[in-house]
């Protein structure tokens, strides 16, 4: 019986380091695609050589977060500021509510109006935040993250902090970077994903 227990949780620790293992070259893989599109955006702030800048923390699955989602009714456009002045229009899509860090948390979720016109673009939603680590270990000005209307099911939605990223405000200035709704500065601190750039702009 001792050696069935034994060998039961052999599998299981190996099963779980398994896991973990394919989430991180998970993270790994989507990093270097992150990476990839800087040289390929006709707008990029960045150059082969600054990508070695670019910093991230360890990929961490504890902030894969399942988050309840509700879909705003009757929501009316509104202009989003940037940090370079100019405003966006956005439409508010939804709202998340979940735990982090054993916190409960919500966050706004919108979607671009001028994004919206195109085919490719009708599915993208955004979600732009601040936490704990702004204008620490991570950029002042927030960081975004991307989901789809897609990524909604039976009012649910994963969040993946890992995959959180810099506006390229954080690189350079001149671009219109929209500052994150007062509705979306968590009182937590995130540490996953992208980190601050690490070479002076």
Known sequence: MKKILYLF???????????????????????EHYRAEFLTSSNSPLKK?????????????TYVVHATFERTTESVPFEMPTYSGKKKN??????????????????????SLDLA????????????????????????GGRYLD???????DGMLMLDFNKAYNPYCAYSSGYNCPIP???????VAIKAGEMNYAKDN
């Not at 439409?91 to 735990?99: H, I, M, Q, R, S």
Request: proline letters at 4%; a neutral charge.
């Open 181 to 187: 709704p007062k509705e979306n500065v968590l009182d």
């Open 147 to 153: 989901v789809k209307t897609t990524d909604v099911k």
């Open 49 to 61: 050589e600054d990508l070695a800048y670019l910093r991230f923390y360890e990929p961490d699955s």
């Open 90 to 111: 956005y439409v508010k899509y939804g709202l998340l509510t979940c735990a982090i860090n054993e916190k409960k948390q919500s966050l706004g979720v919108y979607r």
């Open 9 to 31: 949780l052999i599998t299981f620790l190996q099963s779980g380091i398994a896991k973990a293992q394919d989430y991180v070259q998970q993270i790994e893989k989507h990093r």
């Open 117 to 140: 016109a195109l085919p490719q673009d009708i599915n993208y939603l955004f979600i732009p935040f601040k936490d704990n680590t702004s204008g620490k270990e991570t950029y002042g």
